[in-house]
């Protein structure tokens, strides 16, 4: 059996990647089982750095394979922001409510038509030989001018995935994880996983 950490102590993040490895030969680890780890600083300007970053540590303090992920909402009429920055687009200790608030209000003037934007997920994989793999998940959609749904965290209440009338805060975490940025990258690093493991 071949063990993985996440680097994450998010016991859902846990959950759903359990889940989706169910089927492989995997005993999956995460960063609660590691009293010694500290937290890493998501300081970089990229959501390939912050996940390496964090994948990387883990990896050289314990040995073993590691993945890490970090995601951003990206909204095509603010080119992009908040991206790397969703967690405190309205400030360091900023609430998912503060967030919300503020993309609406910097979104206040722009119309039904241009409120474009996708989640995008990139995920990390440091292998037993210390190399790097990148996997990279995208949802699209469009941001509501007010929030739907109580169910979710983040930005869901306000993101209307593509093909769907409900938020992601209005579906449930089955479905939404179905579609979802980080769903789409954690299933195309267990394709990856699958066929890695078949070759071995
Ligand atoms: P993280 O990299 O998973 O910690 O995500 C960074 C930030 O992006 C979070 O603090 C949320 O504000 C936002 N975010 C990430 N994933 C989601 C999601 O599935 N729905 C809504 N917001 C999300």
């Known amino acids: 059996m071949k063990k993985l950490i996440l680097a994450s102590r998010n016991e859902h993040k846990i959950q759903e990647l359990r889940e ?3 089927d492989l030969d995997i005993e999956l ?6 009293k010694e780890l500290q937290e890493v600083e998501e300081d970089k300007l990229t959501l390939e750095g912050n996940a390496l970053k964090k994948a990387r540590y883990v990896f050289e303090k314990t040995g073993l394979p590691t993945l890490a992920d970090d995601t951003g ?3 095509d009429a603010l080119d992009g922001r908040p991206g790397v920055f969703s967690a405190r687009y309205a400030g360091e200790d900023a ?3 503060d967030n919300t608030d503020k993309l609406l209000a910097e979104l206040a003037k722009v119309d039904n038509k241009d409120r474009l934007a996708q989640f995008r997920t990139v995920v990390a994989f440091i292998d037993e030989n210390g190399e790097k793999h990148f ?4 949802c699209r959609g469009k941001i509501l001018k007010e929030e739907r749904g109580d ?3 983040g930005y869901d209440p306000v993101f209307q995935p593509e093909g769907y009338e409900e938020t992601f805060a209005q579906l449930d975490s089955e479905e939404k994880n179905n579609i979802s940025h ?6 195309k690093f267990y ?3 699958q066929n890695a493991m078949r070759d071995e």
Request: proline share 0%.
């Open 95 to 97: 609430s998912y409510q």
């Open 151 to 153: 169910k979710g965290f």
């Open 73 to 75: 909402l990206e909204v």
């Open 191 to 193: 394709d990856w996983l």
């Open 20 to 22: 989706t490895l169910a």
């Open 182 to 187: 980080r769903g789409r990258a954690i299933q």
């Open 29 to 34: 680890k995460s960063a609660l089982d590691f």
């Open 135 to 138: 996997f990279e998940g995208i």
